[in-house]
């Protein structure tokens, strides 16, 4: 069932003859199958492939694409159970969550096969030519979203799915017409292979250029590498960790043409305890981010990694609540030995911190590969002092920060790093007391968050997933919903072109019945 | 008049020692005035200030934005004739120039002003809470752009006006709620301390926090270095060289916290010639193209440096006339010493490449800084060959190159850099004959042109001004025009917050009245 191959376009490859494995956390063996590292040639066939397809494909029309995307998701609904035990065989996340993440992986790639039908979009703009006016005549002008070229798509390791092979940077650059070549996340490769053959078996279908769509496995770092700096790459999306996105950001930045890197990276997700929430319910806000922090192994990029309050007998018993639920959780599995592996490593070092405190921590034994929870805290002065305290801790780690006073909450926010989102739990008119500590926290993120968990995000057309750096490497995208679309697009001009030449989009007689704005005006009218 | 000093916000300030003189080239004589370089310090307290206003100034709405705006406008005008004289004693340009120049300086801040009041510009989208949603409940989203934080303006030496002081980058970049931290250009530095007091006694008069706009003086590459590179500022608008250009990008890719640079560098704007409009009026498109190429001296960013033609008697017509044309224009005055200097080196430089042969130059003597315009032609396999013949040499200077063929054309076209603009000159029929030319011509620039010229940037929601690498740094945004703003913002959502601390924009009673996105459908309507 699984090949192991690389996708170069619609072929199965593997000409090169190193291979690895991918490897069950929960039973703690590697996996059957042999997977095969992509090859030099291979890469390139796959970037010259995807410049050829970009010709072709960058043209075609909205429901075409449209037709396209839903019928990837069709496919991939099509593989199955199959999929699914692939899937927990090679990330040790339960069948629910599998269940889960498919469902919203074809929920984003039907929502971008929407998107593109509806068409508006490419946000097109007419300015109509005025020959007579003075004292320069004006030309005619329009304007539409065109697609950037083939894009490079690194698969995230905490979403086989959603944020991998067939993920949302993959739906979002096909829907925006650029060809995508996915450096398959070597943790799930199996699965990153049963998903691009949906991909490719779609692409036949519905009868994509060939190129369209390239799958290449790696588990080092050259491959990447190489996509990253070649010529017919124009654009790379990336989820992962700061110093994987920042070496690719850094690459990108010194090639001769540089490109664009949307990489989604590291956050520790500030939560601000306002006084009086604590004081009228610790006990249950304990219970709440007792569970968001090991939600999944807190292996989310919105884990709540850092809780901040000011001291008081709400805060400790908050604190003394969390204490007590965090142990009550059952440890799970996280995805891969390495990163159990670096979880513990980068636990021990975090503890090791003078002044860290640790609140409560699971202690019984656990399974190989399983996260043991554990909340710490500090105090404000230390944790300004400390750049090491503000680093992620990628797993169910927490650290809970005890401030002297508002002041020094203020202070503590508006030194935080660029984060993905930013929660304030209050009472319901506190916060209106606390609008400095409200500004510098939008300072920080992309999302804020009233009375809520950062855990869980929503895709829809409102939702910003991406902040100030190092959240992202470009707060003014998002990598989730619909306008993710816009990191793959450049906006295009056409001057007194003729009309039968123009994509419909821009035509005078409107074909595609789109929301135009027509001399400054939003319209569906012809000209 | 000129006090030679920076503002650092409200205040004028001249700590440093250094200074420096612009330069009259028409009377090749220094001007009186004597410019002060801004020190360190000063540097540093512009982009404190900066920063400490962005937290109100990036919070104030649409409409107080839109007075401020129009204020500047009222003020440049205000200083009237004397304006204009300043501006042609430090750049050469004639009068007409000056009064057009300004014209659209006004013109789009007052653009930007209706913008920003008018208020759709933020793509406000909603998507409203399902609390009884299974499996999971939806909670209440809505995003909207905001303002990035202070900005940095590197004016262009070639639009004193336009693209400098109060242009366009630091017109959207207010009109985004990002403070302005401009670095005047050294050869205008005059006219730019006068549209800075402009800016500074629209500011005041308004009611804008000190630090909303500042003006430093720089005659060196530290200042701009240092304010590339500083933590407070989060983005750069840049117009000039692709060397200034990659230089300032290349810093900001390189902080801890990288940022985005919007640079709009060199452009050679190829020109296609079809065979058949060849044949039937070689001598009105060189008449047309000898006026485009020596407008302004050749010193715009969309001058035509390079025009290609297949072989045919048209071909030669079309050179003939041009080599007669071209000769015909009286030369006029380059901005400054140093700009003529170095058109007179790239000349030289292009003209010394074999294979390059010299239709026609102007050759009666000039007067200092005049620049002698000369065109060139060249055969296609010499220019595929000889990367350096690729190159902008900014001033009136354009090259023909003659292919072989019609295979040899596309070879060409897909070879060249990034461009800001393509031109294709062509009978009525005739361009569709040649799909695969348009679509390689398409994928090297930004905007395209049907029979025209490109010099001539018509300010319109239309116009897209920027393309891919060296054309701009990042081809996804425009230089020009009222989308230029969304350089300078960032999506951003908040999630169940309570309605009363919304921004008006996302409010449920939406009492702006703007266009949102609600529940994925376009309305103006409360929730």
Not at 132 to 154: C, H, T
Not at 343 to 353: E, G, I, P, S
Not at 376 to 401: I, K, R
Request: aromatic share 6%; hydrophobic share 40%.
């Amino acid at each position: 069932m699984i090949t192991g191959k690389n996708y170069i376009g619609n072929q199965l490859s593997a000409t090169a003859n190193r291979t690895f494995k991918t490897f069950n956390p929960l039973l703690n063996i590697e996996n059957d199958w042999n997977i095969t590292e992509a090859s030099n040639s291979e890469v390139n066939q796959a970037a010259d492939l995807a410049a050829e397809a970009f010709k072709t494909y960058s043209k075609i029309s909205g429901a075409t694409k449209a037709t396209f995307l839903r019928e990837i998701a069709n496919e991939i609904e099509a593989l199955g159970d199959d999929l699914l035990e692939v899937y927990s065989s090679e990330s040790g996340l339960p069948n629910g969550r599998a269940m889960g993440e498919r469902g919203r992986t074809l929920g984003q790639l039907r929502a971008f096969a929407n998107h593109v039908e509806e068409g508006n979009w490419v946000e097109a703009s007419i300015d109509t030519a005025e020959p007579d006016r003075e004292p320069l005549p004006k030309v005619d002008l329009r304007k539409m979203n065109i697609a950037l070229g083939p894009v490079v798509v690194f698969g995230a390791s905490n979403f086989p799915l959603a944020f991998s092979t067939a993920g949302g940077d993959t739906a979002a650059a096909l829907a925006a017409g650029c060809p995508v070549i996915v450096k398959s996340h070597p943790m799930h490769a199996g699965t990153g292979e049963m998903v691009a053959s949906a991909v490719i078996k779609a692409a036949e279908k519905t009868g994509m250029p060939n190129g369209v769509f390239s799958n290449l496995n790696s588990s080092g770092i050259e491959v990447g590498q190489t996509l990253v700096q070649h010529p017919k790459v124009k654009a790379v999306g990336f989820t992962g960790s700061i110093k994987g996105g920042r070496a690719l950001y850094d690459l990108a930045a010194k090639r001769d043409e540089p490109i664009p890197v949307f990489a989604e990276m590291g956050s520790i997700n500030p939560v601000v305890l306002l006084p009086k929430a604590l004081h009228n319910r610790a006990e249950a806000i304990a219970k709440t981010y007792a569970g968001s922090i090991t939600l999944g192994s807190g292996q989310f990029c919105t884990n709540p990694g850092l809780i901040i309050g000011i001291k008081s007998q709400g805060l400790t018993n908050f604190v003394n609540n969390l204490a007590e639920d965090i142990v009550k959780i059952e440890p799970s599995c996280m995805l891969h030995p390495n990163i159990a592996g670096a979880y513990q490593t980068n636990k021990k070092n975090a503890l090791a911190q003078s002044g860290l405190q640790v609140l409560a921590g699971y202690e019984d034994s656990v399974e190989p590969n399983y996260a043991r929870q554990v909340v710490t805290t500090v105090e404000g002065d230390t944790f300004l002092n400390n750049p090491t305290l503000h680093h992620e801790v990628f797993g169910p780690f927490s650290l809970v920060v005890q401030c002297e006073n508002k002041a020094q909450l203020e202070t503590i926010i508006s030194k935080l790093e660029g984060q993905l989102t930013g929660t304030i739990i209050s009472d319901d008119n506190e916060i209106s007391e606390y609008p400095n500590v409200v500004n510098a926290l939008q300072n920080r993120v992309g999302r804020i968050i009233f009375n809520g968990v950062p855990t869980g995000v929503e895709v829809c057309p409102s939702m910003q997933h991406g902040g100030p750096y190092p959240a992202s490497t470009d707060s003014r995208f998002t990598a989730v919903g619909v306008d993710s679309i816009k990191r793959w697009v450049r906006p295009f001009s056409y001057q007194d072109w003729p009309n039968e030449l123009l994509p419909d989009e821009l035509k005078n007689e409107n074909p595609l019945g789109i929301s135009r704005l027509v001399n400054s005006v939003k319209t569906t009218a012809n000209i």
